[in-house]
């Protein structure tokens, strides 16, 4: 029996697969990739490193997350999430084998770090490290939160423990595929801010709620499209986002500015076709 069952939802990932499966040979884990339509070599990446083949169609990531963790059979104690661009750090393989079989029964969830890479340097500046994500669970006690976009695994019930090792983010199918992705964000988090979220995050603690305090009681009642500059002053600026060289300027605006600018831009848009259709002009 695998001390944990590690999850991957992949889509045309055979760009940065390789480089997670690499990184957890050396971890106790049994590996379940839910594809959704890869027409590239994911699906064959996968079964040659052994991992176990689920294939459901793409609706959101809490939807076929939950998907997999209602429906993969598993004896393994607890349950991992990583995304395919995401890999392990060496300390983090040797620390989860010797650890997970010895904390209490009270500790149901394990929060990580996560180094975000782009460009080939770790974004180390601007507020953007570190970010503690909760990534692996006692198998049965975590949920993904039902969110279009951001969405954070929720426990059932017990306290959380920090890791002492971190992953790391690394997209490599370049700068293209990235801002492509982070159009379809934006649409996903247009969903979220029309669906009239409440603002207190139940379920969430530590940084990831003060997080989304932040968003929703301070960001979100800024003026439109100021308040995508003001954030990227405050990362590149005063959190010192300058330090991370060339690909930090790239990175920050892109994703501090850029990112949180578009938001905006198709929250009014949406609005407007919603105020035309209502006036039935």
Partial sequence: MALVCLIVLTRDEEANLPALIE?????????HVVDSGSTDRTVEIAAQAGAQIHRRPWKTYADQFNWALGSIATDAPWTMRMDADERFTPGLVSELNGLLATLPAEVSGLRLRRQVWFWGRWIRHG??????????????????EDRWMDEHVILSAGREFDLAHDIIDENR?????????????????????LSGAPDDPAGLSGQARRTRLLKNRLYLRLPLFFRAWAYWMYRYVLRGGFRDGIPGLVFHFLQGFWYRFLV???????????ARDESGR
Avoid: C, Q
């Fill in 127 to 144: 507020g953007y490290y570190p970010i503690w994500l909760l990534r692996v669970w006692r198998t049965g006690m975590g949920r993904v």
């Fill in 23 to 31: 990184s957890a040979r050396g971890l106790d884990a049994e590996l």
């Fill in 264 to 274: 905006d831009a198709k929250l009014v848009e949406r609005r407007r076709l919603a």
């Fill in 173 to 193: 199918k370049g700068l293209g595929f990235w801002t492509a992705k982070h159009n379809g964000y934006a649409d996903r988090e247009v969903e979220d801010i």
